[in-house]
């Protein structure tokens, strides 16, 4: 882990050379990759979207135990119209520790630490991710200016399942930008791979968010290339 903490701060302090100086990012900017939730603060996300005759409804709450520390649970339900592959995922309860603030080190980079386990779920959804038991660890890293945020994440995923068993490695660069103080863009990119190649993935992903107060509400498109799917969807994350 701290191997990968160094490299990947070589390659963002290389971004922050570039770029020039720091400002904080806008508040209550929830979709902001490195939004971090202050204590006593809820966050719920409402999510929906469809692929391949398939409905996924979602929703997370997360709660912000300290300043560097939050937790959350979420839980997803699909209907599939072309076959049974209905049914609910899996309760997934996740934990983010913010290890560094941009105030800690000269490079203002940003550093959290994740953690989580997924569990139970329908035996005939048709990924991995929601299989009997999973347990995850990552680590994020990036940099907020006025206008954008860059960041990446790290994360590796353990995969206990009779039939779907295996572990894999998940890299996930994004970009963030502020255009106005009410629109946002973002766009980013997931590469996968698997201890069964089968699984391995590459996805890419574009995103327009709209801001009212503590709400926003965001719209996406999401691609794989492996596979030639496509997905497309909606969030609403309010602020309480």
Known sequence: ???????????????????????????????DPL?????????????LSFWDSTLRLGQDVSYGFSNRFSAGINAHY???????????????????YRLAWPSDSNSRIVSDLLVGLKF?????VRTPEYA????????????????????????????FDDDRGMAYIDLSPEAYFRINPN???????????????????????????????????????DYEFESDEVQVGTRVNILF
Do not use: C
Request: charged residues 20%.
């Open 1 to 31: 882990m701290r191997i990968t903490h160094k490299i990947l701060s070589i390659g963002f302090a290389a971004i922050v050379a570039m770029t020039g100086g720091a400002a904080r990012a806008a508040d209550n900017d929830t979709n």
């Open 35 to 47: 939004y971090r939730l202050a204590l006593g603060e809820v966050l719920s996300q409402t999510s």
């Open 78 to 96: 699909q209907f599939d119209f072309d076959g049974d592959e209905d049914g609910f995922s899996n309760i997934d309860i996740g934990g983010n």
């Open 120 to 124: 139970g779920g329908s035996s005939h």
């Open 132 to 159: 009997d038991t999973i347990y995850y660890a990552g680590i994020r890293m990036g940099r907020q200016w006025t206008g954008m945020t860059l960041a990446a994440t790290l994360k590796t995923s353990w995969i």
């Open 183 to 221: 629109w946002r863009l973002g766009a980013g990119f997931m590469l996968r791979k698997a201890t069964k190649p089968h699984y391995d993935q590459e996805w890419i992903d574009f995103k327009v968010i709209r801001q009212y107060g503590r709400t926003q509400y965001l719209a996406h498109v």
